[in-house]
């Protein structure tokens, strides 16, 4: 917002192309100002005696104001329940990434051991080794690695000859206790994106209240102060 212009919901009009979207954190940021701006203009308005007496028979007297700073107060509200979520997106993400190299890696490892243990015993490695390139899909790794674990765990001979290298049942429980992490890493994940996707729809709606309350605001108080242009001069948000 300017001296002499409210906030606009109006995309812009470009000369020849549209201007580079703003990075996420500008607009943020630039949200985090209109909502500071509009708050400190309404409160510099209602504690000046001439703009509310000269803007009160137009509906925008102390409890008009009110409603203002009110609506500056739930975008307040949204803007900080969307920073919230949205650092709980990345710490979520964060954990899952951690958590799905843990099981991969782990996987990786027995995959190579197993492989060698059961060279001669094609049934095993059918049971045991999947190709990497089937296991792209988190769910599908997930999935079928839980399997192959379980598979090793239930045949006595294979636990037998993978106990020799390391793999023993507690050892191969260990490996199944990674994807359990990385099934709830992912779970978390996905309640965590909903969430932030929830929560800037919310900003974004309280956000959008406020420009239009305060257009009609800045339009009407144009008119009653036009006499008095030190007064308009308080909306400066």
Avoid: H
Wanted: aromatic share 6%; net charge positive; glycine share 2%.
């Amino acid at each position: 917002m300017t001296d002499t212009q409210p906030p606009s919901t109006e995309e812009p009009t470009p000369a020849v192309k549209p201007p580079a979207k703003k990075p996420r954190a500008a607009q943020d940021q630039a949200t985090a100002n209109l909502i500071t701006a509009c708050r400190t203009s309404l409160t510099s308005a209602r504690n000046n005696l001439d703009f509310i007496a000269l803007s009160g028979s137009r509906g925008y007297g102390a409890p008009g104001l009110a409603e203002g700073l009110k609506a500056c107060d739930l975008a307040q509200e949204k803007f900080n329940a969307r920073e919230i979520a949205m650092d709980t997106k990345r710490i979520a993400s964060k954990v899952l990434k951690s958590a799905d190299a843990a099981a991969r890696s782990g996987y990786a490892d027995f995959c190579r051991i197993a492989s060698k243990v059961f060279v001669d015993n094609a049934n095993a490695r059918t049971a045991l080794v999947i190709p990497v390139r089937d296991l792209q899909d988190l769910q599908k790794f997930v999935t079928d690695v839980t399997a192959a674990y379980n598979t090793a765990l239930a045949r006595s001979t294979y636990m037998t000859a993978l106990s020799k290298r390391g793999y023993t049942p507690d050892a191969v429980q260990a490996e199944l206790a990674k994807l359990a992490a990385l099934t709830e890493a992912s779970a978390a994940f996905d309640a965590a994106v909903t969430e932030a996707t929830r929560a800037t729809a919310d900003r974004n709606a309280a956000v959008k209240a406020l420009k239009a309350w305060w257009a009609e605001f800045y339009a009407v108080s144009q008119v009653s102060l036009k006499d008095r242009p030190d007064l308009l001069k308080l909306l400066k948000a």
